[in-house]
């Protein structure tokens, strides 16, 4: 049966060979539109179907929640399954199994965002640090700690770009010694203390090694060294390492991703095997050769050759504009062009007054779950917002409660809060294509959809 359901998938030969792929370390270049997260459901499906392979030892590692939920989910949808047991989680989620179960950590012991602000915030105050803007100061200088960590530097090797090198090894030892106090962790030291783990303890790797006999792990330019180390080790000897991702589309390495890590991939792993999935379904042809003449012009990068499978279309237009600001502007002035060209009035409406079920099935019948854009305007709490995003099947549900929640029977739509629910729904569910526009001004809304 499982043989079926992959022939009929109509596959092109890279997806093919990725998913039949059993043993032995495999590198994946997956472009946008290329099919990768349908390739990885794919293989998780043929290993456990066609080859045997017992559902709990494969690893699925990604770098969003959301991402390993719809991963999870997908798979769920294509096995037919009501559950599985295939561990589908982040790094930071799986390494923090690792260590609740070797040292009995708790998840209260993870520290809040909030309270290392405030820490640093003090810190700083008693050093007589003047910041011209405290919130992107400090953010800066979190990421500099986190970056030191996760690359397991030397400290004193380490040279801040924020403050002068021995002020900011001050406020790192700082911080260390105070998190030990309390007896807290960071998702950094999560990864440091499985490294240490699994290196001091041979029995415990071993386990996890029995345990995890295939890794399956998606973006993979993004990741950073601890965690590539601590995989190699968890991998080894079996190396049944299956990595997806594309160099081209590495943006992290602020916050400690190393693309390079991929482009070398190979050297660690001689015996690996390369797939390409060279076709984009997702843009037509003028965008593909556009971006390709332009990556191409990276020098430390895998060469790639893309064909796009749909045709030529509308010719690739480039603008500059002189602030962000003009720039979001001008993009919810081309959905509104493009609304009002494909004459799709509803529910571009004011939803004040109008009946709360009404509205719901209004939303559920004009946003289709694929490719839909949904744009919103309204002002809430003192902010005015308009902005637009995309969201697949699996988040429909989500954007659903979200506008069921922003309506208010007895008399329009303002809220406590939209702002804060919109923001946690985009980052946590759908694709987010940005805020287009925040200014001062109460939430009056209307919701707009575009095909």
């Keep these: 049966m499982s043989m079926n359901v992959i022939k009929n998938t109509n596959m092109t030969p890279p997806q093919t060979e990725a998913v039949f792929h059993k043993d032995g370390p495999m590198m994946v270049l997956a472009g946008p539109g290329s099919g990768k997260t349908f390739v990885l459901t794919q293989r998780i499906h043929k290993l456990i179907s066609d080859y045997k392979v017992d559902p ?249 050759k893309i064909r796009a499978h749909r045709p030529a279309k509308n010719p690739v237009l480039v603008r500059t504009f002189a602030t962000e600001d003009k720039q979001y502007e001008h993009v919810a002035a081309c959905l509104r062009k493009q609304m009002e060209a494909q004459e799709k009035e509803t529910p571009v409406e004011s939803i004040m007054g109008k009946d709360k079920e009404q509205f719901v099935k209004d939303i559920n019948k004009n946003v289709q779950p694929v490719h839909d854009v949904v744009y919103f305007k309204g002002q809430s709490d003192g902010v005015e917002v308009e902005c637009a995003f995309q969201f697949t099947d699996e988040f429909h549900e989500n954007v659903l409660g979200f506008c069921n929640n922003i309506y208010n029977s007895e008399g329009g739509t303002h809220i406590t809060g939209f702002k804060t629910q919109f923001t946690t729904i985009i980052n946590s569910d759908a694709r987010e294509l940005g805020i287009l526009k925040e200014k001062d001004a109460n939430f009056t809304g209307a919701a707009v959809r575009s095909g």
């Design 56 to 304: 709990g030892n494969i690893l699925v590692v990604t770098f969003t929640r959301a991402a390993a939920l719809e991963m999870k989910a997908r798979y769920l949808k294509l096995s037919k399954e009501a559950s599985t047991t295939v561990s589908f989680g982040t790094f930071h989620s799986v390494f923090f199994k690792i260590l609740k179960l070797a040292y009995g950590y708790r998840a209260e012991q993870i520290v809040r965002d909030d309270a290392r602000y405030g820490f640093l915030k003090e810190l700083l105050k008693a050093k007589q640090v003047v910041m011209e803007d405290e919130k992107e100061f400090i953010g800066g200088l979190l990421s500099e700690i986190s970056l030191v960590k996760s690359e397991m530097m030397n400290l004193e090797h380490y040279y801040s770009t924020s403050l002068d090198a021995e002020l900011f090894r001050s406020i790192y030892r700082a911080y260390v010694a105070w998190m030990n106090e309390n007896h807290l962790i960071d998702f950094d030291d999560m990864q440091s203390l499985c490294f240490e783990l699994f290196k001091e303890r041979k029995d415990i790797l071993g386990a996890w090694r029995k345990r995890y006999q295939y890794i399956l792990i998606d973006e993979f330019q993004d990741i950073c060294r601890v965690q590539y180390e601590v995989v190699r080790m968890l991998a080894a000897p079996l190396n049944n390492l299956f990595i997806v991702g594309d160099d081209d589309q590495s943006i992290y390495h602020f916050r400690g991703a190393r693309p390079e890590i991929m482009l070398g991939f190979e050297k660690d792993y001689p015996n690996c095997k390369k797939v390409l999935l060279d076709v984009n379904f997702r843009c037509d042809a003028n965008v593909v050769d556009a971006s390709l003449l332009l990556i191409g012009k990276n020098k430390t990068r895998f060469d790639k």
